[in-house]
C-alpha cells in the first residue's frame, strides 16, 4: 500500500498547482463530462501539436497546461484560437535540451521538433479530443511524461494522422490511479 495518495513514485506533484491541476483532472475524469474545445479543426491541430511540442520548449513546462486548465476551470472551454495566439510555434526552441541525455531522449526531442512542421491531423470528435488534452496533462504531471510523447511518435510512425480515440486508449498506460477508469 503506498503511504501518499496519489503514489509520489508515480506523481510527485511538489508544487501547489500539480495537486490542484491532478484534483480538477480527477474530478472532471469522474463525472466523464469534459469541456468543451473550440476553433477550427486547424486551429485544434495546432493546439494539440503545440500542447506536445511545449513540453521542450517554455521556461515552466507548466505554463501551458496551466492556462488550460484555467480556461477549463473558469469557463468550461477550451478557446484554441485564444491559445494559439499566446503560444505560437515559434516560442518552441528547437536547441537539444539538458534532459536528452539518452537516445530515447533524442528521439523524443528531434520529435519535438519535426512535429513543427509535419502539419499532423489528430482526428477525432470534441470529446474525444478533451478527454486526450487531460490525459496528456494528467502524463505531463507522472514521472514517465516523456515516454507520453514517445508513444505518440511511435503511433505516428511516417503518418501524419492520429486518431484521438486510439490516443486514449494508449494513454490509459499513463494513468496509474484509474482515474478515467
Not at 85 to 99: G, N, T, V
Request: with cysteine; charged share 30%; aromatic share 12%.
Amino acid at each position: 500500500m503506498a503511504i501518499h495518495d496519489p503514489p509520489q513514485n508515480r506523481y510527485s506533484l511538489f508544487e501547489k498547482w500539480d495537486k490542484d491541476a491532478f484534483a480538477l483532472i480527477k474530478r472532471l475524469a469522474k463525472i466523464g463530462k469534459y469541456p468543451k474545445i473550440t476553433g477550427s479543426p486547424a486551429d485544434i491541430n495546432q493546439f494539440l501539436t503545440t500542447l506536445i511540442r511545449t513540453q521542450k520548449s517554455l521556461h515552466d513546462w507548466r505554463d501551458f497546461p496551466r492556462d488550460i486548465l484555467a480556461q477549463i476551470r473558469d469557463f468550461n472551454r477550451i478557446d484554441t484560437v485564444d491559445l494559439n495566439r499566446k503560444y505560437p510555434p515559434e516560442i518552441i526552441a528547437k536547441d537539444m535540451p539538458e534532459w536528452a541525455t539518452y537516445e530515447g531522449d533524442k528521439i523524443v526531442s528531434n520529435f519535438i521538433d519535426d512535429l513543427e512542421v509535419k502539419q499532423v491531423q489528430f482526428m477525432g470528435k470534441g470529446q474525444e479530443i478533451t478527454e486526450f488534452i487531460l490525459r496528456f496533462i494528467l502524463g505531463q504531471l507522472g514521472h514517465d511524461w516523456e515516454q507520453t510523447i514517445f508513444m505518440i511518435y511511435e503511433m505516428l510512425g511516417n503518418g501524419k494522422q492520429l486518431q484521438v480515440s486510439e490516443l486514449n486508449r494508449e494513454m490509459e498506460d499513463f494513468d496509474y490511479c484509474k482515474l478515467f477508469a
